[in-house]
Each structure stands twice: as structure tokens, then as C-alpha cells.
């Protein structure tokens, strides 16, 4: 398979587009014609699981659809499948493929971290080649680094198969800076984990020069970002915390290299519950937040050209 890295700028170009769709779904806040399709229960009554997996699964591959001419990837967020158990996770493969199908590359937010034979399966189950498991329609996968390159190095071996990871670096989330943030030999941490990713993916740079050993990097510490940028050139950036969490496209340009590359952004919940409050067909309400969403970002990336 091509190399990850060369995939995903590929369809970067194709499409005039940044934008990744989080699939983060919450059971209430649904639209109400798609619980009542699926006639989903009450939490705790028999049949709900599954009621909840098949209502999601009805949701997110209209979102899918909506999205699909608008974005060149969905992040699916295991936490939201594996709620519903062994039909939830059946929901989340079925949801991928069917995204993989409308041509969006898919990336697994598993956040996986951990070693030895434990890491092996893990890499296996989302990036392998076993049917009827994500890694045939899994493209790339988020990971956690704290526990060192062991950790990550049956994920790494993937990267030859033509897979990606994105591994946490300096996170969107407040507290995230506690641990992120902390001084160490006169830098601050997140640094330091930069240098180590920019290390583990040498090996595997695509034909366009960028790596698909890439990085978390939130869009609410764009400081941050143009330090972790400076040690990892030829990264691709995976940015959370635009939209919904505050992150403002205007505040994006440092992640980006010259030629409006190497850069990927995540919108989530202002694109799934754009149909709040509002009237009329839910997925034309996706549809139009997933639109305004690549052209805010467009506007950023084409700056850089």
C-alpha cells in the first residue's frame, strides 16, 4: 500500500481540503427521527445495546455521507463504540468501512499505549490485515508514547504497510499542560517527546518528503505548535480543538509547513450536532457545518502556499 503520508496529502490536494470529521457520537444527543426509526429503549432495559449501536450506526453513516464531499477523513473515537460492547465494536468497523467506501481515509482514535505482546495485539487489531477486524479500513491510528519506543514499535512496523500514526505530543485539553508542560533539563516535556517522534519516523518518510509518523498537536497552544513544528519538519500534524473546544482557524498557520502542507484538523462536535436548534433535514445541517468548516480552514492552508 502507498505510503500513508503520500496518501493523505494526495487527498488533501484533491479535495481543497484540511478538514477531518470526528465521529465522536453520544446517544442523546441523536436526532430524535433516528432513535425513533430504531425504537431505542431505555438505558438498562434488554435489547438496548444493541438498539444504541444500530442507532448509531444509522446516524454516523449519514453524517458520513453528508460529509464525504467535504473532508478527507473521519476519526472515529473508540470510547463511543466500545460502550455498547461487542456490537459496538461490530458498529465501529461497519461505520469504517462504510467510510472508507465513500473514499475518506479513516483514523482510529484509540489513544492505544502499552508494551511487549499487548502492543503487538493492539497493532494487529487496528492496523493488521485480519478480516473482519478494523485493520483492513483503519488508515492511521492516534497513540499514547508514555511508556517508550517499545510501546510503539509494533505500530511503527505498520508504517511499511502503508499505515499512519499520530502520537500525543501537546494535547488540546486544559490540563493537558500539568504534565505536558513540565520542565525538564531547562524544556518543557512535550519538546522532548517531539524529538524522540521525529527519531521513530525517520525511517519512513513518503515520496512527498512528509512522514506519516505524525503528531497530536491542539489547536488551542498554537505557541507550542511552532516549537513542536520547528523539530519535526516534515511531520503531519493531527489538530483537535478547533470548532467546539475554541481553537480558531486564524490561529492555525504556524502548524502548517510551506505549501499549505503537513496539516490535518479535526471538527467533531460542531459538525455532528449542527443540527441543533435548528429545523429541517439534519444531514443538510451536517452538510452546510462541514463546508464552512473546510473553507475556514482552506482559507488558512491557501495562505501558506
Given at each position: 500500500m502507498q505510503n500513508f503520508a503520500d496518501r493523505l496529502d494526495q487527498a488533501i490536494e484533491k479535495k481543497s481540503s484540511c478538514l477531518v470529521v470526528g465521529l465522536d457520537p453520544v446517544l442523546e444527543r441523536l436526532p430524535g427521527e433516528v432513535l425513533a426509526e430504531v425504537g431505542v429503549p431505555a438505558q438498562?432495559?434488554?435489547?438496548?445495546?444493541?438498539?444504541?449501536?444500530?442507532?448509531?450506526?444509522?446516524?454516523?453513516?449519514?453524517?458520513?455521507?453528508?460529509?464525504?464531499?467535504?473532508?478527507?477523513?473521519?476519526?472515529?473515537?473508540?470510547?463511543?463504540?466500545?460502550?455498547?460492547?461487542?456490537?459496538?465494536?461490530?458498529?465501529?468497523?461497519?461505520?469504517?468501512?462504510?467510510?472508507?467506501?465513500?473514499?475518506l481515509l479513516v483514523i482510529c482514535d484509540a489513544k492505544r499505549g502499552d508494551i511487549g505482546h499487548t502492543a503487538a495485539a493492539y497493532a494487529e487489531s487496528i492496523l493488521g490485515e485480519?478480516?473482519?477486524?478494523?485493520?483492513?479500513?483503519?488508515?492511521?491510528?492516534?497513540?499514547?508514547?508514555?511508556?517508550?519506543?517499545?510501546?510503539?514499535?509494533?505500530?511503527?512496523?505498520?508504517?511499511?504497510?502503508?499505515?499512519?500514526?499520530?502520537?500525543?505530543?501537546?494535547?488540546?485539553?486544559?490540563?493537558?499542560?500539568?504534565?505536558?508542560?513540565?520542565?525538564?533539563?531547562?524544556?518543557?516535556?512535550?519538546?522532548?517527546?517531539a524529538r524522540l517522534v521525529g527519531k521513530w519516523g525517520e525511517d519512513f518518510r513518503g515520496e512527498g518528503g512528509l512522514n506519516p509518523?505524525?503528531?497530536?498537536?491542539?489547536?488551542?497552544?498554537?505557541?507550542?505548535?511552532?516549537?513542536?513544528?520547528?523539530?519535526?519538519?516534515?511531520a503531519f500534524f493531527l489538530v483537535p480543538g478547533y470548532g467546539a473546544q475554541g481553537g480558531g482557524a486564524e490561529e492555525l498557520a504556524p502548524f502548517f509547513i510551506e505549501g499549505g502542507k503537513g496539516v490535518v484538523v479535526n471538527s467533531s462536535r460542531s459538525v455532528l450536532y449542527a443540527f441543533d436548534g435548528h429545523g429541517g433535514d439534519w444531514r443538510a445541517a451536517v452538510a452546510e457545518a462541514a463546508s464552512r468548516a473546510r473553507e475556514d480552514l482552506e482559507a488558512v492552508r491557501s495562505s501558506r502556499v
Open positions: 438498562g432495559e434488554p435489547g438496548w445495546t444493541a438498539r444504541a449501536a444500530s442507532a448509531t450506526g444509522l446516524f454516523l453513516r449519514g453524517v458520513i455521507d453528508s460529509v464525504a464531499p467535504h473532508a478527507v477523513a473521519v476519526k472515529p473515537n473508540a470510547g463511543f463504540f466500545e460502550r455498547f460492547g461487542a456490537v459496538g465494536m461490530d458498529c465501529l468497523r461497519e461505520v469504517s468501512e462504510h467510510a472508507a467506501k465513500q473514499g485480519t478480516p473482519d477486524t478494523l485493520g483492513p479500513v483503519t488508515d492511521a491510528v492516534t497513540l499514547n508514547p508514555y511508556l517508550g519506543e517499545d510501546s510503539l514499535r509494533p505500530f511503527l512496523d505498520k508504517c511499511s504497510t502503508g499505515k499512519g500514526l499520530f502520537i500525543l505530543v501537546r494535547t488540546s485539553n486544559p490540563s493537558g499542560s500539568d504534565i505536558q508542560e513540565l520542565q525538564v533539563d531547562g524544556e518543557p516535556l512535550y519538546l522532548k517527546v509518523v505524525g503528531v497530536v498537536v491542539g489547536a488551542t497552544a498554537p505557541g507550542q505548535a511552532a516549537a513542536v513544528r520547528k523539530e519535526l519538519p516534515e
